[in-house]
């Protein structure tokens, strides 16, 4: 039987602030004046919500969020904080266990989505011991429409009501993979959304309450979904020491906006989730497009995608930076990339905070194309670690999802931009 949690919502549009919107906090710039029936209330120095009104100084979700019970085991078991380290920054660099260390990780979207746990531990196994120590999954998986039995999703946006699957074909199969990953000592990046419409995304907001992809931020219906959502997902893994940083979304960009749309989205749902959780850190998840500090005046440093990059790393309830490297899709060169690490490098260095190089990869000639990349983030002041796209094994199933960009555990791309690229680290 699944455990559901179920959202029901309706659009509401106001000059003062929302239901669950953010009405103050530090930097916070928007009205301070809730709708009627809610009041601004304080939570932490960084958020300040509108709760609906109860007469007392205590408010809480209940009365719009309503969770089955079942025997199922719907959540990961609290790891004592006692004696434990989560993932932190220091200076211009992360600190994992205690270790202050420039790292190499991947991404996989699909480690979520697995259903043997056999499956889950070999790809932790493997990165264990490669010397990966950071892996960036997919925290979503939006349908409008329930799939097959036995497929796996965790959320069902449909008709203006969001329902959250914590059953053994939802959340719980991300459960395993936060599990698999403590007992390995590999660290997660989790994200909530994505901007493209792969397994839902904005897209599938958009089809349930009406946004378009640009509307999204600022849709306040869909909003309150997300945030309902990003309160679940933080509820079950807040004392985990695996987990290394919440990210807000997948590549977001609101083309066309003015940068104040996506500014000021970054600025309320990060502090959101800083008041969830202040144990763990929070970035963005951005491509790193909108950046004058080494400019060339292409398309990815241009403000296009309505992303600013300097103006949003500013923001006191974002941790770190993340910027992304695809020189084929956005009509660069190889080459160019160097420069783009560069650029981003100069940019958190003179910010006061690291850089996660976090997705770049290339269709072919992987060790030729992505290793120069590798060599110069790691020798570039202001770049922590970077995690290449993406990480590859032979499961069960076969071979895991090849996007093009992918490699594979054992073969000769793996170790040169792998294993030698570790020992460069280590020496």
Known sequence: MKTLAILSLTSLVSAEAAPYAQCGGTGYSGSTTCVSGWTCQYQNDWFSQCLE??????????????????????????????????PTINGLEFEIDGKTSYFAGSN???????????????????????????????????????????????????DGTATINTGADGLQRLD?????????????????????????????????????????YTNTAAQTAYRAYIKAVVARYINSPAVFAWELANEPRCNGCNTSVLYNWIQSTSAYIKSLDS?????????????????????????????NFTMNLGIDTIDFATFHLYPTSWGTTNDWGNGWITSHG??????????????????????????????????????????????????????????????????????????????????
């Open 346 to 427: 100069a940019a958190c260095a003179a910010a006061g905070k690291p850089c996660l190089f976090e997705e770049y990869g290339a269709t072919s000639n992987h060790c030729s194309i992505e290793a120069p990349w590798q060599k110069t983030a790691l020798n570039t002041t202001g770049i922590a670690a970077d995690l290449y796209w993406q990480y590859g094994d032979t499961l069960s199933s076969g071979k895991s999802a090849d996007d093009g960009n992918t490699f594979y555990y054992g073969t000769s791309d793996f170790t040169c931009l792998v294993t030698d690229h570790v020992a460069a680290i280590d020496s």
């Open 279 to 307: 144990k763990h850190m929070v970035a963005i998840g951005d491509e790193g497009f909108g950046l004058d500090t080494g400019s060339d005046g292409s398309y990815p440093y241009s403000y296009g995608e309505g992303l």
């Open 108 to 158: 996989s979207y699909w480690i979520g989505f697995l259903t043997n746990n056999d499956d889950v531990d070999l790809v932790f196994d493997h990165m264990d011991e490669s010397g990966l120590r950071i892996l960036r999954v997919w925290g979503f998986n939006d349908v409008n429409t329930i799939p097959s039995s036995g497929t796996v999703y965790y959320q069902l946006l449909k």
């Open 53 to 86: 009104y109860s007469g007392s100084g205590t408010t809480t979700l209940s009365a719009t969020i309503s969770t089955t019970k079942s025997t199922a085991t719907t959540k990961v078991t609290a790891t004592s904080t006692s004696g434990v380290e989560f």
């Open 176 to 216: 395993y993979v936060v599990t698999s990953a403590e007992a390995r000592n590999v660290k997660l990046v989790i994200n909530f959304v994505n901007n493209w419409s792969d397994y839902g995304g904005m897209a599938a907001y958009a089809t349930a309450f009406g946004s378009s992809q640009t509307t999204w």
